[in-house]
């Protein structure tokens, strides 16, 4: 079986974790967690990183941090995953959809400025799966009422918007180190911000909200949200090599559409837009309607086959969850629900060889003529 993720681990992933271990930091006190909030903080252009435990942890604590609460409007794409959505609704705001583009398979920015009213306090940007959203447009209407930005790079690490770094933008940024994204410290996250508030208050809800002085004497309530010094021994040597990394996967993405080009009936990721190049975090594929199966059956189809495969996500307004809290009935997203149901990616992780990327062509080649 060909993974649909494989990390590579070959740099000095081993030298700093052995140190880690010599020295006997192996907790959140440790060195190395403090060397890597600093260098990738400054390698996305901003003033403060906070590491947090996962990249779902980081989007809880931005949104916190921003004091977002009762009777406040997030708005957000319906095509992202749950994270982005939890902490809006247990905190108590109220999650806004919009569609998603159908080429880029980022939120439809047109959408946006008609779901704004006098509680809307934040737009949550998610770019999604290779190139990211439109920014500045988002940013301007943002300028224009008031609004909050929370960025969320999760995917985007080493990609830029018009030559800036993904993750500079807005208010808050929050990025994610799962093993399948470009820099991974197993498990992992963490915000960025140019707010000094923001990222006191982050620093301080990550730790249960402890205070100098009076340690366990709480004045808020926060998270064990801590990363260890392990995890960010791993993250430095990862983000050592974030550019090789980028080349990489656009030269697996390269691969991928000189070798697919040609099979009938899937749309391919877009290579560019005018504000970015696709950095192919995944290489996502669409079965057009003419396809007489769907993205199911065809994951199906490739597993047979020794192909690992994942599915696109799938709509928040057609979540189970949220439908049983009696959220967003009645709304419809078709780009999104089209995306959801006939959308999968194929192996894309950076340990992929040139041989396997062969087979997975092969073995799409197949299922296409079958």
């Avoid at 999760?154 to 800036?164: D, F, N, S, V």
């Avoid at 064990?224 to 995890?231: A, E, F, G, S, V």
């Avoid at 040597?237 to 009936?265: C, H, T």
């Avoid at 709304?331 to 149901?341: G, M, N, Q, S």
């Amino acid at each position: 079986m060909i993974p649909v993720n494989e990390p590579l681990l070959d740099g000095n992933e081993k030298k700093y974790l052995q140190k880690c271990i010599d020295t006997g930091w192996i907790s959140s006190e440790g060195p190395f967690v403090k060397q890597f909030e600093e260098q990738f903080s400054t390698r996305v252009e901003r003033s403060y990183g906070i590491a947090v435990s996962n990249g779902t942890a980081a989007i809880d604590v931005a949104i916190e941090a921003l004091d977002i609460g009762s009777g406040d409007e997030v708005i957000l794409p319906t095509f992202t995953i749950i994270s982005c959505i939890g902490q809006i609704i247990r905190s108590g705001a109220k999650p806004v959809l919009v569609d998603s583009d159908a080429l880029t398979w980022n939120m439809d920015i047109a959408q946006i400025e008609d779901k704004i009213n006098p509680r809307t306090k934040a737009i949550m940007v998610v770019h999604i799966y290779g190139l990211p959203v439109d920014l500045d447009p988002v940013l301007n209407i943002a300028q224009k009422y008031g609004l909050k930005v929370i960025e969320d790079a999760a995917e985007m690490h080493g990609q830029t918007y018009k030559g800036r770094p993904c993750g500079s933008f807005g208010d808050v940024s929050t990025f994610s180190f799962y093993p399948n994204k470009h820099i991974t410290t197993g498990e992992g996250g963490m915000i960025v911000t140019n707010d000094k508030q923001v990222a006191e208050d982050g620093r301080s809800l990550r730790n249960l909200c402890f205070q100098p002085g009076k340690r366990f004497v709480h004045e808020r309530l926060g998270w064990n949200l801590r990363l260890t010094n392990l995890q960010a021994a791993l993250g430095l040597a990862q983000l050592e090599r974030l550019d090789e990394f980028v080349q990489r996967k656009r030269r697996m993405g390269a691969r991928y559409n000189a070798q697919l080009s040609g099979i009938p009936g899937i749309q391919f990721p877009q290579p560019h837009t005018d504000y970015a190049e696709n950095i192919y975090w995944v290489y996502g594929l669409v079965l057009k309607d003419e396809v007489e199966f769907d993205a199911e059956e065809a994951m199906k189809r490739l597993g047979v086959k020794g192909i690992g495969c994942r599915p696109f996500f799938w709509p928040m307004h057609e979540q189970p969850v949220l439908q049983r809290m009696g959220l967003f009935q009645g709304e419809r997203y078709p780009i999104a629900e089209h995306l959801a149901r006939r959308g999968f990616y194929i192996p894309s992780g950076l340990g992929l060889t040139s041989d396997d990327q062969d087979r997975v062509c092969e073995a799409l080649w197949e299922i296409m003529r079958d």
